[in-house]
């Protein structure tokens, strides 16, 4: 595709309940990243894939996060037992892969509501 | 701990100012040095990214710049317009691959 793509954009769901936020990278980019941005706060990084590599999943904030990359590709980010603090705006970037001239590109994010 | 800082937090200024938004980083050993926008509700839009070797890059009205050995980068937009309101971060990536993230600088350009 053209860009980064994120779904779904919004998502409302209740405490307790399991979530799974999708995203497509761009086409080729080896590099994909998740990232938090709670509201009023900065970027809060949850966990980077690279390839076949071990992801890093040293941001991840609880054993109730998790996250899949599928074929190199799609990833999914799964929240078990939501939680109101879950409640922020996911984003997902790619890039070509790592390195000095290496240019991140983001989503457009998933807003997560845990009511 | 890498700490990115952005100064000033908040930004407000008439149409047609040059301006500048400063973001202060304490790894030395980034790899680069990227500016986004983001606009209220939406994503991440990125503006420039700066090599380590490099000193600075220019993308139309936008002039970033970087001082790696103070650990300092420059955001300089030049005759600033409404549409040029949102939060600006910087981010850099240094061997840990990941980008670390500043706080932002929410501008506001008005009429």
């Known amino acids: 595709g053209a860009g980064v793509s994120q779904s779904p954009s919004n998502k409302v769901t209740e405490k307790g309940k399991d979530v799974e936020l999708r995203c497509d990278p761009i086409?080729?980019?080896?590099?994909l990243y998740w990232y938090r941005q709670s509201l009023g706060q900065g970027l809060e990084f949850l966990i980077y894939f690279q390839g076949n590599s071990a992801p890093d999943k040293s941001g991840l904030p609880s054993d109730r996060f998790s996250a899949e990359r599928t074929g190199g590709s799609v990833s999914t980010l799964t929240i078990q037992r939501t939680q109101q603090e879950d409640s922020a705006v996911y984003l997902c970037?790619?890039?070509?892969?790592?390195?000095?001239?290496?240019?991140?590109?983001f989503g457009q994010g998933t807003r997560l509501t845990v009511v | 701990k890498q700490e990115v800082t952005q100064i000033p937090a908040a930004l407000s200024v008439p149409e047609g100012e040059n301006l500048v938004l400063n973001c202060s980083f304490t790894?030395?050993?980034?790899?680069?040095l990227q500016w986004f926008r983001q606009d209220p509700g939406k994503g991440l839009t990125s503006l420039l990214l700066?090599?380590?070797?490099?000193r600075e890059q220019t993308s139309g009205r936008l002039n970033a710049s970087l001082d790696k050995s103070s650990g300092r980068s420059t955001l300089y937009i030049a005759a600033s317009q409404p549409g040029d309101s949102a939060t600006y971060l910087c981010a850099h990536t240094g061997g840990g691959n990941k980008l670390t993230f500043g706080t932002g600088t929410q501008l506001k350009v008005e009429l």
């Open positions: 970037a790619s890039s070509l892969g790592t390195g000095r001239s290496i240019e991140a590109f």
């Open positions: 790894d030395s050993a980034i790899y680069n």
């Open positions: 086409s080729g980019h080896t590099a």
């Open positions: 700066i090599q380590s070797s490099q």
